[in-house]
T-cell receptor, first 113, second 113 residues
Framework: DAGVIQSPRHEVTEMGQEVTLRCKPISGHNSLFWYRQTMMRGLELLIYFNNNVPIDDSGMPEDRFSAKMPNASFSTLKIQPSEPRDSAVYFC???????????FGEGSWLTVV | AQKVTQAQTEISVVEKEDVTLDCVYETRDTTYYLFWYKQPPSGELVFLIR??????QNEISGRYSWNFQKSTSSFNFTITASQVVDSAVYFC??????????FGKGTRLSVIA
């Protein structure tokens, strides 16, 4: 079975540019999560969706960040405009049901210069 | 509030030594789930184990074993006869109900040949 699929795997962009990260959750999973990992802050939750509906976006750093889940098989995380401090690994993860295992994609490594 | 504490930031052992990674959690919920994930140098997050709050039986999987003790709110992870391939960052995490994972800060394990 295919796992959580993220794209791009690596992106280098210039400050001020728009960045869009994409995620395809595992088929049948009804919860989707976006996490960010940095050396300073570790793994932090940005936002999560249940049944395509955003439940908690309190972790989104600021208005420059937005996330959508138009259907059960696709989600995007957008940063506009990007800043060097947004450089991090962004993980998408999905889960079926409550309390079950959350599976992670391989991450999108973002560098903003 | 939920919280996971991994007090050991870094551990270094010589190959074939046993090593225990500590995890202490806080939650007010009576039903919850505990997890361990491994993050090797390649960066992906690999699921290792999931445990629910009603099952305190210890678990062994090959060289890996987990000790869950509700009395001390701990879910420790032991690697027996460590190998170089075990070198990674290990994360303990907690979830209750339909909430996202709450991660500890991780323990970086270095196994030296």
């Amino acid at each position: 079975d295919a796992g959580v699929i993220q794209s791009p795997r690596h992106e280098v962009t210039e400050m001020g540019q728009e960045v869009t990260l994409r995620c395809k959750p595992i088929s049948g999973h009804n919860s989707l999560f976006w996490y960010r990992q940095t050396m300073m802050r570790g793994l932090e939750l940005l936002i999560y969706f249940n049944n395509n509906v955003p439940i908690d976006d309190s972790g989104m750093p600021e208005d420059r960040f937005s996330a959508k889940m138009p259907n059960a098989s696709f989600s995007t995380l957008k940063i506009q405009p990007s800043e060097p401090r947004d450089s991090a690994v962004y993980f998408c993860a999905s889960r079926q049901g409550s309390g079950n295992t959350i599976y992670f994609g391989e991450g999108s490594w973002l560098t903003v210069v | 509030a939920q919280k996971v504490t991994q007090a050991q930031t870094e551990i270094s052992v010589v190959e074939k030594e046993d090593v225990t990674l500590d995890c202490v959690y806080e939650t007010r919920d009576t039903t919850y789930y505990l997890f361990w994930y491994k993050q090797p140098p390649s960066g992906e997050l690999v699921f290792l184990i999931r445990r629910n709050s009603f099952d305190e039986q210890n678990e062994i999987s090959g060289r890996y074993s987990w000790n869950f003790q509700k009395s001390t709110s701990s879910f420790n992870f032991t690697i027996t006869a460590s190998q170089v391939v075990d070198s990674a960052v290990y994360f303990c995490a907690l979830v209750s109900g339909n909430t996202p994972l709450v991660f500890g800060k991780g323990t970086r394990l270095s196994v030296i040949a």
